[in-house]
């Protein structure tokens, strides 16, 4: 296995995201050994061609930087984030029109093995109340989901994570080549730290019924056939886990409910279960699609979550 620590870009936005990112970091520092660097783009408020012609840009750019620097350190430190963890140039502030392709460059420049993501946030009670521990994405989030060709990190509000860092890494596994891709990720993961691996595929009742002219029949015989075809994939799943590391602890579950959410929820789910998840590739265009079923995943996940790039 690879010794270099792994290398975390924290993509870091004061005000509309919390601080998740770095208790996910922090999380994974008590897993591995880790280098971590944080990067803030610095948005303007005008043109480019403008600045030039503004003897005060500088002064507020100066000022704006040293502010946001200070609040990084600081936020650094309440996380219990120290020096040996830090890369050595740990904070960067760049002024950027594009934050999605400041990210990309910047993690591409660091050699980041993952870029963590925080939630975007609402001042409204109703926000709080139904996302509170919840991944929510922001217009960046977004994009870098679709197009990121670095693995992401979604990091959940409010989530209870392990002392002893990840104990679990599970993966959501449907036999597919980007989930053959994704299992790979997961066993090498779980193999490096020493967890068990365990394979979940879900089979949410109504969210993907659609029946035909003359109906499916009883719904009850529909799951149990759905529950034995997913069954047989993550028995070839494991066998594919195991091909690779044959001493690896490796189980399986089938997860089954009405809907996405109730079909996530019942499982039992870790304070140390890291969710690594699979996305399909676009070519040059698009490199990662975030599909329909990860996407309602990604909703309503407890846990940490790694998208890995096809």
Known sequence: M???PLRIMIAWRP??????????????????KVQIRVISALSRGWPLTSLARL???????????????KIIKDELKLAGLRKGMLDDDAVRIIESSSESTTICNEAEEFEADVVLLGTRRSNTK????KNRSRFTAGSTSD?????????LGLAIPGAKLSKHGVT?????????????????????????????????SFTPRGATMYPTENGYGPSSDLMIEWR??????LDRGMDRAHTRYPDLSIDAEVASGNGWEEAIQSIKWKKGDLLVLGSSTLGPFGRIFIGSSTNHIVRHSPVPMLITPA
Not at 59 to 66: G, K, N
Not at 143 to 151: C, D, G, K, Q
Not at 228 to 233: I, K, V, Y
């Open 55 to 69: 003897s005060t840009n500088d002064s507020w750019v100066s000022h704006e930087t040293e502010s946001l620097e």
């Open 2 to 4: 690879a010794s270099r």
């Open 15 to 32: 005000g509309e995201y919390g601080t998740e990112t770095l208790a996910y970091a922090a999380w994974l520092a008590r897993t591995t």
């Open 126 to 129: 109703d926000w709080a109340a």
């Open 228 to 233: 034995e075809q997913a069954m047989g994939l």
């Open 168 to 200: 679990r890494v599970s993966i959501c596994y449907i036999d597919t080549p980007q989930s053959h891709h994704a299992l790979n990720k997961a066993a090498d993961l779980a193999y490096r730290w020493e967890v068990p691996l365990r394979l979940v």
């Open 143 to 151: 994009a870098l989901l679709h197009y990121s060709p670095i693995p």
